[in-house]
């Protein structure tokens, strides 16, 4: 198990990335938004979630004029991030995207 305090300065954001376990995000200050596979989850202080392990996700400061202090806790010894491909959600200003139709 790895513990940590992140800040994020206003505005700042942690592209989509994914994990070989599992992760939780809790919001200590701030405003943000935490993505999971598209799924997008506005934070305020004290709320959490949890990312599974191998899930993309990515988190953002929303607000433009605070610091977004986050606490994490990672179920492993030696974390690690692999970058990866951004899912399709809605845009963050709250307007709903378009979904394109697969094959």
Known sequence: MTTG???FDPGAELAYHAHPFSESITLL?????VEVEGRRYELEPLDNV???KELAHFA???KYNERAVFHIA????SPTRV????VLSAPLDGRLGKRSKGP
């Open 60 to 62: 953002k400061n929303t």
């Open 29 to 33: 200050r701030g405003q943000a938004v």
């Open 83 to 86: 970058a990866v491909s951004p």
């Open 5 to 7: 305090i992140a800040t």
């Open 50 to 52: 949890v990312v599974p």
């Open 74 to 77: 990672m179920a492993s010894d």
